[in-house]
């Protein structure tokens, strides 16, 4: 599994010590049903220290779309298709809003 600094403000450190994996999307039907399953949502909400189910939530306010997350199987969907490079730089404004601190840029533990 392939780990990236959490923020963009540190991808270039390589001694940063908050580290989570590279979002891994998967397309799933076609036509009217299409949906994007995020497969590795729970590994990235515990490197980030949040339920996994404000993440997808968050996704479906800002591209304005359902979300559907299911804690059981561990599926978390936002309808539509959208590609990795979108929805990471969507989980990045998430980090800078709801994880990151303002003053010094780490981590918040709740």
Same mark, same amino acid.
Request: aromatic share 10%; glycine share 10%; charged share 20%.
């Given at each position: 599994?392939?780990?990236?600094?959490?923020?963009?403000?540190?991808?270039?450190?390589?001694?940063?010590?908050?580290?989570?994996?590279?979002?891994?999307?998967?397309?799933?039907?076609?036509?009217?049903?299409?949906?994007?399953?995020?497969?590795?949502?729970?590994?990235?909400?515990?490197?980030?220290?949040?339920?996994?189910?404000?993440?997808? =939530?968050?996704?479906?306010?800002?591209?304005?779309?359902?979300?559907?997350?299911?804690? =059981?199987?561990?599926?978390?969907?936002?309808?539509?298709?959208?590609?990795?490079?979108?929805?990471?730089?969507?989980?990045?404004?998430?980090? =800078?809003?709801?994880?990151?601190?303002?003053?010094?840029?780490?981590?918040?533990?709740?």
């Amino acid at each position: 599994m392939a780990l990236q600094n959490i923020g963009a403000a540190n991808s270039n450190d390589a001694f940063y010590r908050y580290k989570m994996p590279k979002m891994i999307t998967k397309i799933e039907g076609r036509g009217n049903g299409i949906k994007t399953n995020i497969v590795n949502m729970v590994d990235i909400a515990k490197a980030l220290a949040r339920p996994a189910s404000y993440t997808t =939530k968050y996704f479906g306010c800002e591209l304005g779309a359902q979300s559907k997350f299911d804690e =059981k199987s561990g599926t978390y969907h936002v309808n539509g298709a959208h590609d990795t490079a979108k929805l990471a730089g969507l989980i990045e404004n998430f980090i =800078k809003k709801f994880v990151q601190c303002y003053g010094c840029g780490n981590l918040r533990r709740y």
